[in-house]
T-cell receptor, first 115, second 115 residues
Framework: AQTVTQSQPEMSVQEAETVTLSCTYDTSESDYYLFWYKQPPSRQMILVIRQEAYKQQNATENRFSVNFQKAAKSFSLKISDSQLGDAAMYFCAYRSADRGYIPTFGRGTSLIVHP | DVKVTQSSRYLVKRTGEKVFLECVQDMDHENMFWYRQDPGLGLRLIYFSYDVKMKEKGDIPEGYSVSREKKERFSLILESASTNQTSMYLC??????????????FGPGTRLTVT
């Protein structure tokens, strides 16, 4: 079974600075999808960014980008120019491309943004 | 805008009561999910449904049941609530396709307290 590990239960960053959240996963599959979700305090979880494993180019969405290292099975999220609104729980998720509709989630990283 | 709604944001029930949590999505998604979210444990899948009247157990189905009579509605039932079921419950939906980057859409969550 796939596992997703987020080794940082909590991270903090100063406003306007850059922070990187780590995620590693364990799989024997070659085709899969990876996601970062954001859950702000008392608000709905939303998708931040996604990556297809067959694509070598790292995904970017405005201030959010990923560093996808397939061989190392690593999928870190970089947030540039951090804003107070970035404070949230961040979850990394893995989904197989071939089997099942159910993603596997990491345990989450709580990001604190200091003004 | 896509939308997943849950019947209650906060719910307080007594031990032994039968509890119904309802989730409705307006995106015509085939897949619907119920998760339980606890600090430090991330999201744990309780049940999954891939079609009307179809369901599959997730990682922690004990003490729970589900119902999906209509495509847009997925209900989670606690047959006899216990204090260890005090938690945040998240509903999610996604379209069926295995191919492509299929993301999940989440509801706002129901924080259930069992006293």
């Amino acid at each position: 079974a796939q596992t997703v590990t987020q080794s940082q239960p909590e991270m903090s960053v100063q406003e306007a600075e850059t922070v990187t959240l780590s995620c590693t996963y364990d799989t024997s599959e070659s085709d899969y999808y990876l996601f970062w979700y954001k859950q702000p305090p008392s608000r709905q979880m939303i998708l931040v960014i996604r990556q297809e494993a067959y694509k070598q180019q790292n995904a970017t969405e405005n201030r959010f980008s990923v560093n996808f290292q397939k061989a190392a099975k690593s999928f870190s999220l970089k947030i540039s120019d951090s804003q107070l609104g970035d404070a949230a729980m961040y979850f990394c998720a893995y989904r197989s491309a071939d089997r099942g509709y159910i993603p596997t989630f990491g345990r989450g990283t709580s990001l604190i943004v200091h003004p | 805008d896509v939308k997943v709604t849950q019947s209650s944001r906060y719910l307080v029930k007594r031990t032994g009561e039968k509890v119904f949590l309802e989730c409705v999505q307006d995106m015509d998604h085939e897949n619907m999910f119920w998760y339980r979210q606890d600090p430090g444990l991330g999201l744990r899948l309780i049940y999954f449904s891939y079609d009307v009247k179809m369901k599959e157990k997730g990682d922690i189905p004990e003490g729970y049941s589900v119902s999906r009579e209509k495509k847009e509605r997925f209900s989670l039932i606690l047959e006899s609530a216990s204090t260890n079921q005090t938690s945040m419950y998240l509903c999610a939906s996604s379209r069926r396709g295995l191919a492509g980057v299929v993301e999940q859409y989440f509801g706002p969550g129901t924080r259930l307290t069992v006293t």
